[in-house]
């Protein structure tokens, strides 16, 4: 297939060499400055973070551009409540010999970040950070990054990552990127793009033109790839997309429609369903062989296939009990358990990063819901509901989820739009994620290495 | 088909021409309007060539409508596939792709799976009523091409659809 664009990407990964600034104290162990973010709602925690100081202009720009975007990070998770910089007593200059946490404290700040950005002698960026515990008045963590200065935003995804961790003791996910289906156009003939961004919407890049239909994009978990379906000359095929190339290529040479694709875990192998002679069952490709395994033959619909992060089981859809419910086999397509018995209709189930939680989309009189429940199917929980909501899909950490929400339309065209949300797992935090255009399919990439 | 549509117009033309030239001239003076009405009616579904899109649509329909979640045909839609075997009988060089439908009230890929049972179950009663099964193709479009615009019961019965389309 023509290549779409050719521009190929910098290398992503930051050539970073990460220094831990140590202070006495820094070790010691942590004080209240924590958040236990598997209770439901939490209070968010205030934090102060100051402009990352600059010698320069333009090191100073860099600086705060950085701040922005760590503050903005900290402030969408809901766990955190940045302070209101007008509210700063001690000045960023002075807080590079060190904070005077009395001028902290008495605004209510109980974590306090600053920094400082340099431009090396070498042209590269030096960007270093300290968290620290206004009441303990401790250092909890210190680290410095050397990077190209264009991958500066990308450094404020780190260092967010580095204190979302440090304070919640969880992985982070804002080094992430989502790719996702840019939706415009009349209802009756929707022009569909692939479309890729920071997952703070930043960086927004179109992947293809809308000449052809595209949906259901997924990240490779190990490569710059994407596999997603498309309709490229009526054909409708799973393809993968090359982020860094641009370069489209149909997976395999099926008799007919391929869909549902989903990597496995170890990016080797894509799963999907294939339809013949109208039904439709599950197939796995290796890509590296080009072999392929058939692993249900039922009359029902099998599909929406995705593998739990271990690789050994599968959870699909099939509405082979008589209506659409969420099923779990093993890896080889044996012991096919139905895990979905509440009421209504389920789909889509896609396994948590953590392996603990399967997340589905439900549709039961009329509404639709994302919710969660355990691999063995108790412990249903549904974290928000709409006229339509689907496609849960997981941040890295598999504490915040990310679906599509389409609002009813009317006669006229109007309405029937769709955009892309995220919600913690605790189904608190709901928030809308700007796009450009109308927005659907969305898929969290795994951190960036 | 494009082109079809293009040359409707001119046949209507001549037909429209044929009747003024038609010998017994009494009818032109009763009732101008309503006779060039119905002389226009005619010639719309005359336009239609025979074996084209739109003749198959003018004789037939070009669609049927299944229920909820349902492939099965109902009676209505076997009677409309029974036109389109005698129609395919008659013109037996057309070639046709049947595309599978669905509301927008189910997930996009269950949706992908449910419009290819549509379609196939179309074309299987073809192939029964003796269709060369090689003639018709089938295509899934899911939710992803709605015909009737509108989130309400009236508009997902009509986008629970198969469509007959003539290849050109």
Redesign the interface.
Known sequence: MRPFSQRPREPAWIAALVIVLCTAGALAARAELTIDITRGRVEPLPIAITDFYGETPEAAAYGRDITQVISANLERSGLFKPTDPRAFIQTAASLQVRPRFSDWRVINAQALVNGRAQLMPDGRLKVEFRLWDTFAEQQMIGLAYFTAPHNWRQVAHIISDALYKRITGEDGYFNTRVVYIAESGSPKNRIKQLAIMDQDGANHRFLTDGDTLVLTPRFSPTAQEITYLSYYQDQPRVYLFNIDTGQQEVVGDFPGMTFAPRFSPDGNTVIMSLARNGNSDIYTMDLRTRRVKQLTSHPAIDTSPGYSPDGRQIAFNSDRGGSPQLYIMDADGRNVRRISFGEGRYATPVWSPRGDLVAFTKIHKGRFYIGVMRPDGRGERLLTDGFLVEGPTWAPNGRVLMFFRQTPGDAEGKGGTSQLYSIDLTGYNEREIITPIGASDPAWSPLIP | MRFNRLLGPFVAVLLLAACETAPEETAVTTGEGAAAESAEMAAVEAAALPGTQDDLTAQYGDRVFFDF?K?SLKPPARETIMGWAAWLGEFPAVTATIQGHAD???????N???G??R???TK?YLVALGIDPNRIG???YGK????????NEA?WAQNRRGVLVVSE
């Open positions: 979640d492939y927008e009230r189910g997930t996009r890929e269950y992908l799976a449910l290819e049972r379609s196939t179950s299987n089938t295509i899934s992803e091409r709605p015909a009737v615009e509108g989130s508009a």
